[in-house]
């Protein structure tokens, strides 16, 4: 499915990478560090200089940038989730953008960015670590229901992306956007045949087709408490 639309008016507000892991005493993450770059260097594995903590859920091909709309703020602040304070980079993405959002991008899109080559592969599913970094217990599941996560991108030709840079549409391989992407995976209820369309997403990232797969072969949803609610011992940490 080749794509003749275009992306929506938008800019880069920002970029950011960090090396550094502190967080909290006992709990490693990037999510509270990262730091504005001027441009930022993107191999088919990572970012220079920008550590991950966790590998299993963030980082390595699949997962190479995440990119946060800076719109999305402002509706987590107004729904008193977060204080006004907080803005970018305080999700720990390392593209920050105005004027496109999920609604716009579909999974398995290729999009330009300066001479870099990226693909779409799956909305961010959101961690308890959120819950620690906004001290609300809720964070995450709140971000999970209201489908405003960001998304991250797999990296199909290396190189160097600035902040005057536009992302440009080059192909459309699914007609599933990384908003109805959240809706089928992410709804309460088992859904097979959301699931089977899902997977039915060229360029889908391979653990979400293997956790969609063993739905299917389980008949049940995967739990979600330890991904959104932490071990007993972060728990503490996490605010009201």
Not at 36 to 64: I, M
Request: proline share 4%.
């Amino acid at each position: 499915m080749s794509a003749s639309l275009s992306l929506p008016s938008h800019q880069l507000c920002g970029l950011y990478a960090s090396d550094n892991l502190l967080f909290r005493e006992g709990l490693p993450s990037g999510i509270d560090s990262k730091q504005s770059q001027p441009l930022l260097q993107v191999s088919f594995f990572g970012v220079l200089h920008d550590a991950q903590a966790d590998g299993k859920n963030h980082g390595g091909a699949e997962r190479v940038l995440h990119h946060f709309p800076l719109e999305h703020y402002q509706v987590y602040q107004q729904q008193q989730l977060m204080a006004s304070k907080r803005t970018a980079p305080a999700m720990g993405e390392n593209i920050s953008s105005l004027g496109i959002t999920e609604h716009h991008l579909h999974i398995g899109d290729i999009v330009a960015l300066g001479d870099v080559l990226l693909q779409v592969t799956q909305p961010r599913a959101p961690c308890f670590k959120l819950n620690v970094q906004f001290g609300h217990l809720g964070f995450s599941l709140a971000m999970q229901e209201t489908a405003m996560c960001g998304w991250f991108y797999r990296v199909l030709q290396e190189g160097t992306i600035k902040l005057d840079d536009q992302l440009i549409l080059r192909e459309r391989h699914s007609d599933i956007s990384l908003a109805e992407s959240m809706a089928l995976y992410f709804a309460p209820q088992y859904d097979a045949a959301a699931y089977e369309k899902l997977l039915t997403a060229t360029g889908l990232a391979s653990d979400w087709q293997q956790n969609l797969q063993q739905r299917l072969a389980n008949g049940k949803i995967e739990d979600w408490q330890k991904r959104l609610h932490g071990p007993a011992q972060f728990q503490a940490l996490q605010g009201r």
